[in-house]
């Protein structure tokens, strides 16, 4: 845990990135990535899979959708990491920018677009039996089917239906190559450990000539906590807890397992960087730090009301040192247009005494869904996007594009910012 006087940026990688040059070259808003923190939180997975025996069977599927910048994610390429993918669009984006390895996960889809998937080669997870039934019929080279375990309204093949998905299988000779499980987002360790029965019991009972089980995501990260050990699965547990389950219930040591983790991976890689437009302003209903950012729909925040950390900045874009107690006040955080409900972040901050117009606003762990849900309201544009890479060298992945271009502008290549 943090103590209320000492740094908030030492916990990270942004205590030692260059603000201050980005904010002189690129401006604010801007998001700032930092690819250490990627390939940390990837190695940490990895360590866990080595530790758990199970280093040769576990692979990595990143969903795309949650940072849908091709530069972030780049590493993966080097790493083994895959990426999973919904739509046709973002497939042939990630084949410009020389990503190999897919799962396809599209929910409900049209033939046409069942046979564009089949013609890939790649992993697709069906959602229905219609849309297994067209694929056998249509003779795609593999067949793989998303499961809803919670019986929701997401798509996937519901837990009633399984018996029918194995008849439909027997009936054409053919074996499911992976299922997938949906459980939910954001669980806790042991809810997600709750849920390996419940996958091995399908493999099982349904489909034991499967050769790969894919766990999907749902795992959880701690948006309220500061030390990077602290906001981060436990996969060393989890892992480890999955191994004795699978000796335990059988399951044959030629099966692989899949995961597809996105804020455990992405969340603290990234941070959002304001700019405040002028002193706090207090008025009978409320107070207010005006920025010259706009609302983001943040899955963690307005959703789920996770609690992202924020740290105010001077004009030197040093950190303004607050207990969060004294020597301030709460306000919340205006974004630049009149609508009624443009706040950068639901609830009230602390805002320390010395913020001012000439000040800067950060808030933490939006790596994961802000940027690709940044909100467009009333012709302001989108961010731009910096990517710190891992010898502290930041450069440019996304301009904001001109004042009458709304686009949201990912770079060919990277542009270096020289400090």
Same mark, same amino acid.
């Given at each position: 845990?943090?103590?209320?006087?000492?740094?908030?940026?030492?916990?990270?990688?942004?205590?030692?990135?260059?603000?201050?040059?980005?904010?002189?070259?690129?401006?604010?808003? +801007?998001? +700032?990535?930092?690819?250490?923190?990627?390939?940390?939180?990837?190695?940490?997975?990895?360590?866990?899979?080595?530790?758990?025996?199970?280093?040769?069977?576990?692979?990595?599927?990143?969903?795309?959708?949650?940072? $849908?910048?091709?530069?972030?994610?780049?590493?993966?390429?080097?790493?083994? +990491?895959?990426?999973?993918?919904?739509?046709?669009?973002?497939?042939?984006?990630?084949?410009?920018?020389?990503f190999e390895r897919f799962i396809v996960s599209p929910g409900h889809v049209s @033939?046409?677009?069942?046979?564009?998937?089949?013609?890939?080669?790649?992993?697709?997870?069906?959602?229905?039996?219609?849309?297994?039934?067209?694929?056998?019929?249509?003779?795609?080279?593999?067949? $793989?089917?998303?499961?809803?375990?919670?019986?929701?309204?997401?798509?996937?093949?519901?837990?009633?239906?399984?018996?029918?998905?194995?008849?439909l299988l027997a009936e054409h000779g053919r074996e499911l190559d992976c299922f997938?499980?949906?459980?939910?987002?954001?669980?806790?360790?042991?809810?997600?450990?709750?849920?390996?029965?419940?996958?091995?019991?399908?493999?099982?009972?349904?489909?034991?000539?499967?050769?790969?089980?894919?766990?999907?995501?749902?795992?959880?990260?701690?948006?309220?906590?500061?030390?990077?050990?602290?906001?981060?699965? *436990?996969?060393?547990?989890?892992?480890? *807890?999955?191994?004795?389950?699978?000796?335990?219930?059988?399951?044959?040591?030629?099966?692989?397992?899949?995961?597809?983790?996105?804020? @455990?991976?992405?969340?603290?890689?990234?941070?959002?960087?304001?700019?405040?437009?002028?002193?706090?302003?207090?008025?009978?209903?409320?107070?207010?730090?005006?920025?010259?950012?706009?609302?983001?729909?943040?899955? $963690?925040?307005?959703?789920?009301?996770?609690?992202?950390?924020?740290?105010?900045?001077?004009?030197?874009?040093?950190?303004?040192?607050?207990?969060?107690q004294t020597g301030g006040c709460t306000a919340a955080l205006r974004g630049r247009?009149?609508?009624?409900? @443009?706040?950068?972040?639901?609830?009230?901050?602390?805002?320390?005494?010395?913020?001012?117009?000439? $000040?800067?606003?950060?808030?933490?762990?939006?790596?994961?869904?802000?940027?690709?849900?940044?909100?467009?309201?009333?012709?302001?544009?989108?961010?731009?996007?910096?990517?710190?890479?891992?010898?502290?060298?930041?450069?440019?992945?996304?301009?904001?594009?001109?004042?009458?271009?709304?686009?949201?502008?990912?770079?060919?290549?990277?542009?270096?910012?020289?400090?």
């Amino acid at each position: 845990m943090t103590s209320a006087t000492e740094s908030k940026l030492a916990h990270g990688w942004l205590g030692s990135a260059d603000l201050k040059t980005i904010a002189e070259q690129v401006g604010t808003p +801007v998001f +700032v990535y930092s690819e250490a923190q990627l390939l940390r939180n990837v190695d940490r997975i990895m360590r866990a899979a080595e530790a758990a025996g199970l280093r040769d069977r576990v692979d990595l599927y990143v969903p795309f959708f949650p940072n $849908s910048n091709p530069h972030v994610l780049r590493p993966f390429q080097r790493l083994g +990491v895959g990426l999973l993918v919904q739509l046709p669009g973002e497939y042939r984006l990630l084949k410009q920018f020389g990503f190999e390895r897919f799962i396809v996960s599209p929910g409900h889809v049209s @033939d046409e677009e069942m046979t564009y998937w089949a013609q890939t080669g790649h992993p697709t997870f069906l959602s229905s039996l219609d849309e297994v039934r067209f694929s056998l019929e249509a003779g795609a080279p593999s067949i $793989s089917a998303r499961i809803d375990s919670l019986d929701s309204g997401k798509p996937g093949i519901k837990l009633r239906e399984l018996d029918q998905l194995s008849a439909l299988l027997a009936e054409h000779g053919r074996e499911l190559d992976c299922f997938e499980v949906y459980c939910g987002s954001g669980n806790s360790r042991e809810a997600m450990t709750e849920i390996i029965e419940t996958l091995f019991s399908i493999f099982n009972e349904h489909f034991p000539q499967t050769r790969s089980i894919n766990f999907a995501g749902g795992h959880g990260f701690v948006y309220e906590a500061w030390a990077e050990d602290e906001k981060h699965f *436990d996969w060393g547990q989890y892992l480890g *807890d999955l191994r004795a389950i699978a000796d335990r219930m059988g399951i044959p040591e030629h099966v692989r397992f899949m995961f597809e983790p996105a804020r @455990d991976v992405l969340a603290d890689t990234g941070a959002l960087l304001l700019g405040v437009e002028r002193s706090v302003i207090t008025n009978p209903v409320s107070n207010i730090v005006v920025t010259d950012g706009t609302r983001m729909l943040m899955p $963690s925040a307005q959703l789920r009301e996770r609690h992202h950390h924020v740290v105010f900045l001077d004009e030197e874009l040093r950190e303004i040192p607050t207990d969060g107690q004294t020597g301030g006040c709460t306000a919340a955080l205006r974004g630049r247009t009149i609508l009624r409900h @443009d706040y950068v972040l639901p609830g009230e901050v602390w805002v320390p005494d010395g913020v001012d117009g000439s $000040s800067h606003l950060l808030i933490l762990d939006v790596g994961a869904y802000c940027a690709t849900q940044h909100m467009e309201f009333l012709n302001v544009p989108p961010a731009a996007e910096v990517l710190v890479d891992t010898d502290g060298v930041p450069h440019l992945i996304t301009d904001r594009g001109p004042e009458d271009d709304k686009w949201r502008h990912v770079l060919a290549e990277m542009q270096e910012l020289k400090g």
